[in-house]
T-cell receptor, first 111, second 114 residues
Framework: DQQVKQNSPSLSVQEGRISILNCDYTNSMFDYFLWYKKYPAEGPTFLISISSIKDKNEDGRFTVFLNKSAKHLSLHIVPSQPGDSAVYFCAASDTGNQFYFGTGTSLTVIP | DGGITQSPKYLFRKEGQNVTLSCEQNLNHDAMYWYRQDPGQGLRLIYYSQIVNDFQKGDIAEGYSVSREKKESFPLTVTSAQKNPTAFYLC?????????????FGPGTRLTVT
């Protein structure tokens, strides 16, 4: 049973516009959430994280929003750049022992 | 410089053979993980280890074995019992103290079994 879900397998946006990637989770014990970026045939690289005590974390063009009541988090990329084209995974952890990953969203930023 | 190395990047084996994938980290991380990625799927946890000489099964441990004799190393053996071994395998590590942190991933090994 998938505890972390990314319901949009793909997303296309124009360069300069906002990209919004969504992630839902089912386990209310999750207290740490992360976003990773992955290029083909490479390992994922960490992008940004958020603890459950916050509802927003910002790092440059990347902002993660957490809505605990809805068990939903989102990643906003503003402005989107062609180099942002990759697969984005969200992940969640309850105690840090295990990380649960979504199935990924493939983002294409059109120049 | 610090990081995680996985070798080899591509590996080919005949059905029925065991194969061991290497994973080494020099980040001084306590925890190490093995994931498998299949097309259209997320990362699925095979095994993880938080301390030397101890490891735990993940969601899809059947047909796999691991060892953690050194903090820096966490090799994964894909045995002949694994029904669908062809996949992209990713190793990761993370700190545990003072608090869990993000995982750092290696470049991955693509295993093809024919």
């Amino acid at each position: 049973d998938q505890q972390v879900k990314q319901n949009s397998p793909s997303l296309s946006v124009q360069e300069g516009r906002i990209s919004i990637l969504n992630c839902d989770y089912t386990n209310s014990m999750f207290d740490y959430f992360l976003w990773y970026k992955k290029y083909p045939a490479e390992g994922p690289t960490f992008l940004i994280s958020i603890s459950s005590i916050k509802d927003k974390n910002e790092d440059g063009r990347f902002t993660v929003f957490l809505n605990k009541s809805a068990k939903h988090l989102s990643l906003h990329i503003v402005p989107s750049q062609p180099g942002d084209s990759a697969v984005y995974f969200c992940a969640a952890s309850d105690t840090g022992n295990q990380f649960y990953f979504g199935t990924g969203t493939s983002l294409t930023v059109i120049p | 410089d610090g990081g995680i190395t996985q070798s080899p990047k591509y590996l080919f084996r005949k059905e029925g053979q065991n194969v061991t994938l290497s994973c080494e980290q020099n980040l001084n991380h306590d925890a190490m993980y093995w994931y498998r990625q299949d097309p259209g799927q997320g990362l699925r946890l095979i095994y993880y280890s938080q301390i030397v000489n101890d490891f735990q099964k993940g969601d899809i441990a059947e047909g796999y074995s691991v060892s953690r004799e050194k903090k820096e190393s966490f090799p994964l053996t894909v045995t002949s019992a694994q029904k669908n071994p062809t996949a992209f395998y990713l190793c990761a590590s993370s700190p545990l103290f003072p608090s869990p942190g993000e995982q750092y991933f290696g470049p991955g090994t693509r295993l093809t079994v024919t």
